[in-house]
């Protein structure tokens, strides 16, 4: 349904959220042999994502890494805003939240993911990115291909990972519609930045609106447990 390459062995960078979690359940209709990547940033949403991972991890018979990553959210503190600081980096969006001026944390991630993936022997990763994610940043996917290209001068004996993002030329709302029909359990995904001692989704935050609103373009029904 998706392109997802010409590689066999595939690291998934699962975050928890909606469009890790369909390019997951791709990646295995694909019959792709792929290795789960978590990054746990002890933030209010971590422990939900991380259950997802797991629960994913079980369910797929996969391997899954998980990275200790709250060393970057103990950096921000005193830097960053606590909204931003919230967000989750591989979201991407937390300066719309914010300010124009707020600065992505996502380039840390996809550093470390892509150190795994060499060092694991795997080919490439794929990262959950969406159309909405690349509108203001028009030159993403060159970014990626620039990043690999670096990888590869630092390390010119091995071959460099390849950067993976097969939805980041559809909505969020196609992606919901790809992962209803791939059998995603969207219950189990999380989005929330809000909740933080409760198994529902807050329903009001900048996130649980986002999400609302796309199960609702999508048509699909949304089976999310919300406060609100």
């Known amino acids: 349904m998706i392109n997802l390459g010409n590689q066999d062995k595939l690291v998934v ?33 971590s422990q939900h994502e991380l259950a997802f991972a797991k629960w994913a991890s079980q369910i797929f018979h996969l391997p899954l890494e998980i990275v200790d990553l709250s060393g970057i ?24 939240l914010n300010n124009e001026n707020a600065i992505s944390g996502f380039h840390t991630l996809i550093s470390v993911a892509a150190y795994f993936t060499q060092i694991t022997g795997n080919e490439a990763f794929a990262l959950g990115l969406i159309s909405e994610q690349a509108a203001r940043r028009p030159d993403l996917r060159n970014a990626l291909d620039l990043f690999e290209q670096f990888i590869g001068k630092l390390n010119p004996l091995a071959p460099p990972p390849t950067i993976l993002s097969p939805l980041v ?5 196609d992606v919901i519609k790809l992962g209803a029909k791939l059998g995603v359990p969207f219950d189990r995904t999380w989005s929330c930045s809000a909740a933080i001692q409760s198994s529902k989704h807050c329903g009001v935050c900048a996130q649980c609106t986002e999400r609302k609103q796309a199960f609702a373009d999508a048509g699909v029904v949304d089976i999310t447990d919300y406060s609100a």
């Open 169 to 173: 030329n559809m909505p969020k709302k």
């Open 13 to 45: 960078i699962l975050s928890g959220g909606i469009d890790s979690s369909v390019l997951l359940y791709s990646a295995v209709d694909a019959g792709k042999q792929v290795t789960l990547f978590h990054g746990y940033y002890n933030k209010p949403s």
């Open 73 to 96: 959210t103990s950096m921000q503190v005193g830097y960053v805003d606590p909204i931003q600081i919230a967000s989750d980096e591989a979201d991407m969006k937390a300066e719309e």
